[in-house]
Nanobody
Framework: QVQLVESGGGLVQAGGSSRLSCAAS????????MGWYRQAPGSQRELVAT???????NYADSVKGRFTISRDNAKNTVYLQMNSLNPEDTAVYYC???????????????WGQGTQVTVSS
């Protein structure tokens, strides 16, 4: 019913920038929270940033001041602008959508397939 399709990422040099996008498809009326998580090899998945439909944002301390999350509610799309990247940002980045409303029904906790971001030193 709902698919999250990510784009962006790839190989970036340290100090560089990259932008991720994630579009949710389906007969969606609204999505409460969208966000980005990441998982480095040998580590657990961790929060990067989230944003509500009203624009309230939350960031992991490790990315504050460097990453910016935004969204287009009309397009059900969330973005992650990543600046001043360092090798510690290397991970698979996953898009998440929570509290998705479709025809009065609520769906929770959908994930994208993940996109690799590799930062070279």
């Amino acid at each position: 019913q709902v698919q999250l399709v990510e784009s962006g990422g790839g190989l970036v040099q340290a100090g560089g920038s990259s932008r991720l996008s994630c579009a949710a498809s389906g007969r969606i009326d609204s999505i409460n929270t969208m966000g980005w998580y990441r998982q480095a090899p040998g580590s657990q998945r961790e929060l990067v940033a989230t944003i509500t439909s009203g624009g309230v944002t939350n960031y992991a301390d490790s990315v504050k001041g460097r990453f910016t999350i935004s969204r287009d509610n009309a397009k059900n799309t969330v973005y992650l602008q990543m600046n001043s990247l360092n090798p510690e940002d290397t991970a698979v980045y996953y898009c998440n959508a929570d509290m998705i409303w479709i025809a009065g029904r609520r769906l929770d906790d959908y994930w994208g397939q993940g996109t690799q971001v590799t930062v070279s030193s």
